[in-house]
């Protein structure tokens, strides 16, 4: 059972280039989310969704874009890459609706822009 | 707006010993739900307990234990004799009825031989 799956595990991209971070999970999940991890800050979430076609804004939505079209994928867009948003980009997925239940992490992309 | 704070940055303890690990939310739902997880340095965030607004019995699970207060808005977490695997960053977690689970900043633990 793979459970939440990220790719890539690190990238490294230049200021203003765009790339996508993909996540994929096999539980039928209803509810994903995508968090940012910086020293000191913890976890921030950037967006969520709470099932196939609806997606919400986290605490810091800006600079990223997702979609959710399936059930299973749920992809991070950076539209144009800055360096502060160089960061440790965790997917994560819940069973129960809305998510308040416990969070099935994938194991992180680390993202440096350079 | 829902809040966790952390304020312990960084512990360091010494093997054997107890420690708690303190965490203060904010909320004005009546419904929420409170979580702990904990990320070893290898990186991946481990699921550690979830605790609804309703239910303010301590838990305790082998060596863990917590401790939820309404009245104080805290949910503490202790590690009893504590040993070099708890070495990790501790992070709180609200999730309110806005359908958002926010993270505290976390606390490094560091147990020492």
């Known amino acids: 059972n793979a459970g939440v799956t990220q790719t890539p595990k690190f990238q490294v991209l230049k200021t203003g280039q765009s790339m996508t971070l993909q996540c994929a999970q096999d539980?039928?999940?209803?509810?994903m989310s995508w968090y940012r991890q910086d020293p000191g800050m913890g976890l921030r979430l950037i967006h969520y969704?709470?099932?196939?076609?609806?997606?919400d804004q986290g605490e810091v939505p800006n600079g990223y874009n997702v979609s959710r079209s399936t059930t299973e994928d749920f992809p991070l867009r950076l539209l144009s890459a800055a360096p502060s948003q160089t960061s440790v980009y965790f997917c994560?997925?819940?069973?129960?609706?809305?998510?308040?239940?416990?969070?099935?992490f994938g194991e992180g992309s680390r993202l440096t822009v350079l | 707006a829902q809040k966790v704070t952390q304020a312990q940055t960084e512990i360091s303890v010494v093997e054997k010993e107890d420690v708690t690990l303190d965490c203060v939310y904010e909320?004005?739902?009546?419904?929420?739900?409170l979580f702990w997880y904990k990320q070893p340095p290898s990186g991946e965030l481990v699921f550690l307990i979830r605790?609804?607004?309703?239910?303010?019995q301590n838990e305790i699970s082998g060596r863990y234990s917590w401790n939820f207060q309404k009245s104080t808005s805290s949910f503490n977490f202790t590690i009893t004799a504590s040993q070099v695997v708890d070495s990790a960053v501790y992070f709180c977690a609200l999730f309110g009825e806005g359908g958002k689970l926010i993270f505290g900043q976390g606390t490094e633990l560091s147990v020492k031989p």
């Open positions: 994560a997925s819940s069973s129960r609706p809305g998510g308040a239940g416990e969070l099935f």
């Open positions: 605790r609804n607004s309703f239910d303010e």
């Open positions: 969704s709470v099932g196939a076609g609806i997606t």
């Open positions: 539980m039928n999940h209803e509810y």
């Open positions: 909320t004005r739902d009546t419904t929420y739900y």
